[in-house]
Every structure is written in C-alpha cells, then in structure tokens.
C-alpha cells in the first residue's frame, strides 16, 4: 500500500518513523531513505533507530537542505544526489528484504523538480504486494495524491515559531 | 511546551511515538500515556518500545474502545480508569522524570466526556519549564488549541477502509 503524508504541519517524518516502530515491533523490517537529509548532523532518531540496525535501516541520500539556511551547493549536485538516491531507493525495493519502506521528504524532491514524478510513479507503479510505502514532504503532487491508498493531510494550525522560538534538540532534530 | 495532534487523520499516535524516539535520541527520557488503549493485546509499537526500557516507558491505563467494537464494559468504568490515568501522568509529570510526556488519545477521553478539561487544563498550566507533552485523539476541544504552542490538525484526505480494507499488523497496530 501507498501512504502520503504531506501538508505544512509538524509531524511528517515523525509519523513515518513512529509507524516503522511500529511495524519493527511486529518482527518486520524497515528502510528509511532520506531524500533531503545530508549526513552532517546526526538526529535524534537516527540515533535511537541505530539500536534497532538490521530491522530499520537508515539510508542518508540528500545533501542538506535546498537553497534555504546558507545552502551554497548548485542545483545540480543536489539534482544528482536525489537522483542516485531515487534509484537506491528503486533497486532496494525490489530486493523484498523490507516490509516498509519510507521515501523521507521525497515530495520536497519532487516539487524542487529535483527528480520527476514520472520516475517516481514507474517504481509505485510495480512495487511488491506486501509491501507499504510511505511518502512523506509537504506538496505531494495530485499525481501522487491519486495513485495513493492513504493519505493523510499535516495542517498547521499553531506553530510557535510563530511566537518567536527556534529550532531546540529533541524537539525539531 | 504543548503540543496538540488532532484530526480525523491517521499518524497521530505513531507522530507522537517518532518525537518520541527522536527525544530519546537525544539522551532523553519519554513517558507514554494511553487514556483509550487497553492491555489485551500488545501493539507493535509497545513491543518494540520495550527495548527502551528506562528510556521511553509506557503506561496503559485505558480500557479500551468505548462504545463500539463490542464494549460492554458500563461508562463508569470507562470513566474511573480515565480518572486514574490523568492523576497518574499528573504525578509522572510534576515528577520531572521525564523530557517529554505523550498523553494518548487524551482528546478523544475529553470528548467523551470522561475526564474534564478543567481538570486537564490545571495540569497543562502548571507543566515544568522544560518539559514537552504531547495529546493526541481527534477532537481536541478549543480551550486545549488555545493553551497550545503547536497544533497539527492530521486530515484525512484517503483511506484504505473506504476501500474495503481491514485493519492488519503492523498498519493499525
């Protein structure tokens, strides 16, 4: 089955993993790819997730954020990155070694038109049975929206950064 | 600070479980309260959780769904038990144990009127500076949006059941 989970609310990625929990506790295996994450920083959950290796595994493909927060990389380093890691993604869900697979911020990729929807519709297209996929990043193209089983709509009503509060570990990382 | 996820939407929970997981990350220690859940079955999630014994600690003081999916149990019960767990994670909170304090389902237990959000709201005031706490369940009532620092309303825009699906291992639970 296909879940999206988009919108501009806080919760996305979170959501993925904590359905990954989820799923590792019922003796399955989970990949998580990361499709704009870069590995400079290690976050919470990656840490934590470290501890569960060989049942949820954590690939980083991206190279940090796009054109936002001092990002100086050209367009096509980052086109590249999501690219190869688009195809990482493809070879790894065909392997049937997962029974969840979590394409991390693939919808930012998609909107930054760093890859295509056309590619990423080819692999959704075919992929195995009895396994899940979850999308996340907000502006999921309609596309996505249609081919999906699930899919689950992340609206901001409140944000304290709107009050002023910044980014804290724990809390966004 | 509070955070609120709410909405009909599916990730509410398993949103709430990944912060988890991202704070424990962290060197942090997490508390998980479910008001509905009851301990029949043991879901993925409290498996795999487990193995943050110390770290991430669950209670469950709910007794279940009610109202539906063959509860005969007399709202009284319902009630006591949802009483109980409020005093409970009160304690657990003012205990300053914990980095972050999930209240599952909470919302749905106010809107069933089982415990009041006179009661939650006192609670809610008096939270350690540097504690976060998490509610979740559809429905929270206006008087929780406006106490909190970040609200995400969780839409359904898809979903499988409507489709005819059932709930299976490792989706659900």
Redesign the interface.
């Known amino acids: 089955?296909i879940?999206v989970?988009t919108?501009n609310?806080?919760?996305?990625?979170?959501?993925?993993?904590?359905?990954?929990?989820?799923?590792?506790?019922?003796g399955?295996k989970v990949l998580l790819i990361q499709f704009i994450k870069n590995k400079k920083w290690p976050?919470?959950?990656?840490?934590?997730?470290r501890?569960?290796a060989g049942r949820f595994e954590i690939i980083t493909g991206g190279k940090g954020f796009v054109g936002i927060l001092g990002d100086r990389l050209p367009r096509s380093v980052h086109k590249k990155a999501a690219q190869d890691t688009l195809k990482k993604a493809s070879k790894l869900i065909f392997s049937k070694k997962f029974?969840?697979v979590i394409l991390d911020e693939i919808n930012v990729a998609l909107s930054l038109k760093l890859i295509t929807i056309k590619d990423v519709l080819s692999i959704l297209r075919l992929i195995p049975n009895n396994l899940?996929v979850i999308l996340t990043g907000r502006g999921a193209p309609k596309e996505l929206?249609r081919i999906?089983?699930?899919?689950?709509?992340?609206?901001?009503?409140?944000?304290?950064y709107g009050?002023g509060?910044i980014a804290k570990?724990?809390?966004e990382?």
Request: net charge positive; charged share 30%.
């Open positions: 089955m879940f989970f919108g609310g806080k919760g996305k990625t979170t959501a993925a993993i904590g359905h990954g929990i989820r799923v590792v506790g019922q399955k976050t919470g959950e990656e840490m934590a997730l501890e569960f029974d969840l899940d929206i999906a089983d699930l899919v689950t709509e992340f609206r901001e009503i409140k944000h304290y009050k509060a570990k724990g809390r990382y």
